[in-house]
């Protein structure tokens, strides 16, 4: 089963508590192994074995590319979408634009860590990068150091502070519109 994190948006609006019923227990019990399998198959990536070869790509200089390659481009590219669409416009423009900026040139233990880091809660995310809640452990003892990376990078990016014309502009830049 899940660990219960504290989760706040304003201020400290204290600790959440979790009270299940006996009935409510025996339920999760029965939907916890169907949750564990959608979420296997939604952080899946996925092989180029299950990709038409019409959809196969080619590099810049027009020469097909590599298993690998394809399958490092389609993270790549999944990666900076997921970053994009996270469903709160504050988290979209600074995690999307920090990952259309930074993830095409991430390595491989780089981009494992920024992937954990975006199958989080989308709230746990925003609290992260406004500096609300503290990394969590696990992605301080990484070493590639993304997260701490990602909340270096919001704290100076405009986009909290930017004018509308240059928001718009953030947004249009970065395919968010």
């Known amino acids: 089963m899940n660990v219960v994190t504290i989760r706040f948006y304003r ?3 204290g600790e959440m508590e979790e009270k299940l ?14 949750y564990d399998s959608i979420y296997e198959k939604h952080i899946q990536m996925p092989k180029v074995d299950n990709i038409s070869n019409d959809s196969l790509g080619t590099t810049k200089e027009g020469t097909t590319m590599t298993t690998e390659e ?12 997921r970053a994009k669409q996270r469903g709160w416009l504050e988290v979209d423009l600074l995690l999307g634009t ?12 780089e981009m494992d860590e920024f ?15 406004t500096f609300r809640a503290d990394i969590p452990d696990k992605f ?25 014309s240059d928001y718009a502009a ?3 830049d970065n395919n968010l519109i």
């Open 98 to 109: 920090y990952a259309s900026k930074y993830v095409p040139s991430m390595t491989k233990g």
């Open 21 to 34: 019923s006996e009935q409510e227990q025996k339920l999760v019990k029965i939907a916890q192994p169907k």
């Open 115 to 129: 992937e954990r880091f975006v199958n989080l809660e989308t709230i746990d995310i925003y609290n992260f990068l």
């Open 140 to 164: 301080l003892d990484e070493e590639c150091g993304v997260v701490k990376n990602i909340q270096e990078w919001a704290k100076k990016s405009p986009l909290g502070k930017a004018s509308p």
């Open 170 to 172: 953030a947004k249009k």
């Open 70 to 81: 394809i399958e490092l481009d389609i993270r790549k590219k999944r990666l900076i979408y």
């Open 11 to 13: 201020g400290e609006s």
